[in-house]
């Protein structure tokens, strides 16, 4: 059977909050574009993420049309807390570079995007199978099924590839033309969410002997934090009461203590960090997770995944414009830039705040002295606030 011929100017691979805000940003300028994605919309929305944006990625959603939810249902936040010894210690971001951030969960972030590609009339095609990609030497395509069985051939002059960690399209550059670098982690994060009231009106990361926690917020009733535990971890072999006092052996103390209550979901987030390099083959661009996954310690995956598209659509947009791929052969530097300084600020945050099992006193000792210099110094503070609420892009 002969399959069905859809042509666009730029084939999304992957419409998750990355490829969802490129094809917006392309269609404000007149650039057609279609996403296609492995998962139903509910499927994204209902996936619990981090909840951290950079100043930056704000400003896009906010000037780029997309949704002005974030400045009301957010919450601006303009510095953290840095436990550890038993006391808080603040990072002033406002005073120290200008700067804050928004607690708004990513799942917000990719409804907000859902729902104005939906108003613009956006072809984004959720649940679709079999998706493959073909020629991308010349005349690229994306094969794919559609929800309601029909076979397409989705002809583009770009395809994106905006498909996450797991990405198929990140497979398709040949060895022989890319880089990989890992690094992995001892540990892992449990992720819970509480119903509980704040404990405090900030984030803390807190270090302590018996390893990092995190306690962040969500609504006025409901709270998110996690702790550093093992990678093997099963989550049914944690109470409330077992998840609870690990919490408490934590961040509690010196008149400090968290607001406990029923646990509500719980989950174990393996990490690692990733990059391939270069970010472009030929006429396929990868963009987000696709091409770089970071520890998420200080909240970066979203952030550099909308970093990515801001810098592909200045290359599309001037392709389009004035017929140079001047501005997208330089996509892959211009982001890699970036890339690489949250893959150190992410390593950074996780080994100065996470106990390795089995740290000798040296080991204690030293990360104590990391923490001192950094919060003793305004140089030190600034170093942290200027990368927590985000570098500006790479020209
Ligand atoms: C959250 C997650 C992070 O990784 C982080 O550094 C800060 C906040 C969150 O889910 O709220």
New binding site residues.
């Given amino acids: 059977m002969a399959r069905h011929v859809v042509r666009t100017q730029v084939a999304i691979v992957g419409g998750g909050p990355a490829g969802l805000m490129l094809s917006h940003l392309l269609a404000r300028e007149g650039i057609e574009s279609t996403v296609v994605e492995l998962r139903s919309r509910q499927e994204i929305a209902e996936t619990v993420?981090?909840?951290?944006l950079e100043h930056g990625t704000v400003n896009l959603l906010v000037d780029g049309g997309v949704s002005d939810r974030v400045l009301t249902d957010g919450d601006r936040h303009d510095g953290i807390e840095l436990r550890f010894n038993g006391e808080s210690h603040r990072i002033d971001f406002h005073d120290l570079v200008g700067e804050s951030v928004w607690?708004y969960?990513q799942t917000d972030v990719f409804k907000d995007l859902a729902a104005r590609r939906e108003a613009d009339g956006g072809d984004v095609r959720y649940g679709v199978t079999d998706t493959a990609i073909h020629d991308l030497d010349g005349d690229p395509r994306v094969w794919f099924t559609d929800v309601d069985g029909t076979e397409v051939e989705l002809r583009a002059e770009f395809i994106v590839g905006a498909d996450g960690s797991r990405s198929h399209c990140r497979g398709q550059i040949p060895e022989a033309h890319r880089k990989w670098y890992f690094h992995e982690y001892p540990f892992a994060w449990f992720g819970i969410l509480a119903e509980a009231p704040r404990s405090s009106e900030e984030?803390i990361y807190a270090n302590s002997e018996n390893g990092f926690a995190?306690i962040?917020?969500r609504t006025e009733t409901v709270q998110?934090m996690?702790f550093q535990c093992d990678p093997g971890e099963d989550v049914n072999n944690w109470s409330d009461e077992r998840i609870w006092e690990t919490f408490r052996s934590r961040v509690n103390g010196n008149g400090f203590e968290l607001k406990e209550g029923p646990v509500l979901d719980k989950t174990v987030l393996k990490f690692r960090s990733f990059v391939q390099a270069p970010m472009r083959h030929k006429k396929l661009f990868l963009a987000g997770d696709a091409a770089h996954t970071v520890p998420?310690?200080?909240?970066k995956g979203l952030n550099l995944a909308i970093a990515d598209v801001r810098v592909l659509f200045e290359g599309l947009d001037s392709y389009y414009k004035t017929g140079s791929e001047a501005l997208l052969d330089r996509y892959s530097s211009r982001a890699l830039d970036r890339v690489w300084k949250a893959q150190h600020f992410s390593y950074w945050m996780t080994s100065m705040l996470h106990t390795p099992e089995g740290a000798d006193d040296f080991a204690r000792a030293r990360q104590l002295g990391e923490l001192n210099s950094v919060v003793s110094s305004r140089h030190g503070r600034a170093y942290l606030a200027e990368a927590y609420t985000g570098w500006p892009s790479a020209r």
């Fill in positions: 993420r981090a909840g951290i607690l969960p984030l995190l962040s917020q998110r996690y998420p310690t200080g909240a």
